[in-house]
């Protein structure tokens, strides 16, 4: 995948993400919101391009960000500043944000689905369900179990039909702050 390419999956995720409550809570105001997701979601895809994957549907309305942490997680490199160039003012929100992640992450091995995003005319067609079936089919068959943090009890609900369960309970980005709903998957047998 090109630069351009990891930069249009960036910008697709991000004005997906622009209105969760996790990005309201990173940065008040939509327009500085979008381009500092953006910048953050650019480091993930780049790095997830040789750490994980990226799997998109055919006409990019959708695409899952993940990791590979059947082994000890690779940082980005210079993330540190490199988030700082990307997010600006707001940087310290989004080490919080990672932070508060990391505290939380299991530390079984496993494959880490970072990102789910699905342009909004497109939802409700199946689109997030193939590509996570897609991956599913590569995890099945090498018996890795898959992790997630989903943003709402309704996208846990889509993910508990593609076999994600609750993995302990929900948690907040700080008091106020939106929650997270961590959820691991098995790998399913045939």
Same mark, same amino acid.
């Given at each position: 995948?090109?630069?351009?390419?990891?930069?249009?999956?960036?910008? /697709?995720?991000?004005?997906?993400?622009?209105?969760?409550?996790?990005?309201?809570?990173?940065?008040?105001?939509?327009?500085?919101?979008?381009?500092?997701?953006?910048?953050?979601?650019?480091?993930?895809?780049?790095?997830?391009?040789?750490?994980?994957?990226?799997?998109?549907?055919?006409?990019?309305?959708?695409?899952?960000?993940?990791?590979?942490?059947?082994?000890?997680?690779?940082?980005?490199?210079?993330?540190?500043?490199?988030?700082?160039?990307?997010?600006?003012?707001?940087?310290?929100?989004?080490?919080?944000?990672?932070?508060?992640?990391?505290?939380?992450?299991?530390?079984?091995?496993?494959?880490?689905?970072?990102?789910?995003?699905?342009?909004?005319?497109?939802?409700?067609?199946?689109?997030?369900?193939? /590509?996570?079936?897609?991956?599913?089919?590569?995890?099945?068959?090498?018996?890795?179990?898959?992790?997630?943090?989903?943003?709402?009890?309704?996208?846990?609900?889509?993910?508990?039909?593609?076999?994600?369960?609750?993995?302990?309970?929900?948690?907040?980005?700080?008091?106020?702050?939106?929650?997270?709903?961590?959820?691991?998957?098995?790998?399913?047998?045939?």
């Amino acid at each position: 995948m090109s630069v351009s390419a990891y930069g249009a999956v960036a910008a /697709m995720l991000a004005d997906e993400f622009n209105d969760l409550p996790t990005a309201r809570w990173l940065v008040d105001d939509p327009d500085e919101r979008l381009k500092a997701v953006r910048g953050q979601f650019e480091l993930l895809v780049e790095h997830a391009l040789g750490h994980g994957g990226v799997v998109t549907s055919g006409d990019l309305d959708g695409a899952v960000v993940w990791f590979d942490h059947t082994a000890a997680a690779r940082p980005i490199p210079h993330y540190d500043e490199r988030l700082l160039a990307a997010c600006g003012a707001h940087t310290d929100r989004f080490r919080r944000l990672d932070q508060v992640m990391d505290d939380h992450h299991p530390q079984a091995p496993h494959h880490y689905v970072a990102l789910v995003g699905v342009r909004k005319r497109r939802r409700g067609n199946g689109i997030a369900t193939a /590509m996570l079936r897609r991956h599913h089919r590569v995890l099945d068959r090498d018996g890795i179990p898959a992790y997630l943090e989903a943003v709402s009890p309704q996208t846990a609900k889509l993910y508990g039909r593609l076999g994600y369960k609750p993995l302990g309970d929900r948690y907040g980005l700080d008091k106020g702050g939106p929650w997270l709903y961590p959820m691991w998957r098995e790998p399913q047998t045939v």
